[in-house]
């Protein structure tokens, strides 16, 4: 309708598909050696023809920038909990130019498989996704929303993934993060007292990386950013099925315009 009110030129549905599918194959995205050793992956099922429910997972890799917000820096589509090598498998070598390279999930193991043994990265978990993640456990331990244990439990995961920032001294560091680590292990043992099997073991494995940035130094912002790139993909995705090579080539095209 835009094009004809400016231009008086009538363009069907599938001319304007086509050019979409064109462009999306020739956007090629990488990570900018000028920008932040610091990013953020995560995935979001898709609606694939001929496949039940969401076929496929959507994965996107974001780069944090020097000025604020972020760029994307990858994106693929493959099964859910795998395929993440197609993701990062062309962006090796230009990962390999940090020195050192912060890389924020909300905890999926299989990201970093991706990456084992072909470049040096920090692994940090999302901070912003742990207590939110903790609702689903506790529900599926049968606690009761809004109990006096489902809120102390909650409240005391969310005083433990609040981050100060801008705290240089190494030493105060240390104590800061093992004060949060005391805070951890009692809290994971109250879990168990109380039969919350499945909280407790959520806890236990996200333990070992929820303080890697800070103890290294790192200003890595742990909240989740890449979440709102999500948003942007979801609202042009959930419209209808889609085949994997139109899923794809549309976000390229919409994320680019959006981020890059």
């Not at 076929?55 to 972020?70: A, D, I, Y």
């Not at 809120?151 to 093992?178: G, P, T, W």
């Not at 979801?234 to 315009?257: D, Q």
């Amino acid at each position: 309708q835009k094009i004809v009110g400016m231009f008086g030129w009538a363009l069907d549905r599938m001319t304007i598909w086509r050019s979409v599918q064109r462009v999306g194959r020739e956007i090629h995205f990488d990570v900018d050696p000028d920008e932040l050793g610091l990013g953020q992956a995560d995935g979001t099922g898709i609606p694939i023809r001929g496949i039940k429910k969401r076929g496929k997972e959507l994965k996107v890799f974001v780069q944090l920038k020097k000025h604020g917000g972020v760029r994307v820096a990858g994106v693929a589509i493959g099964k859910y909990e795998g395929d993440w090598e197609k993701l990062f498998g062309p962006l090796i070598e230009g990962l390999k130019k940090f020195k050192q390279f912060l890389l924020v999930t909300d905890g999926d193991t299989n990201i970093l498989k991706a990456l084992s043994g072909k470049v040096q990265v920090i692994f940090q978990r999302c901070l912003w996704h742990i207590p939110h993640q903790f609702k689903w456990y506790l529900w599926k331990d049968g606690v009761k929303r809004r109990s006096s244990g489902w809120l102390y439990a909650l409240a005391e995961l969310f005083e433990i993934c609040a981050i100060r920032s801008l705290v240089n001294d190494q030493k105060l560091i240390r104590e800061m993060v093992h004060s949060k680590e005391r805070r951890l292990s009692v809290l994971i043992r109250y879990c168990r007292e109380k039969g919350w099997k499945h909280s407790a073991s959520y806890l236990e494995n996200a333990q070992a990386d929820m303080f890697t940035a800070v103890l290294n130094r790192l200003q890595g912002r742990t909240n989740s950013l890449v979440e709102r790139v999500m948003r942007t993909v979801n609202f042009r995705i959930n419209v209808g099925k889609w085949s994997e090579a139109g899923a794809l080539n549309v976000t390229k095209l919409r994320l680019a315009y959006y981020y890059n």
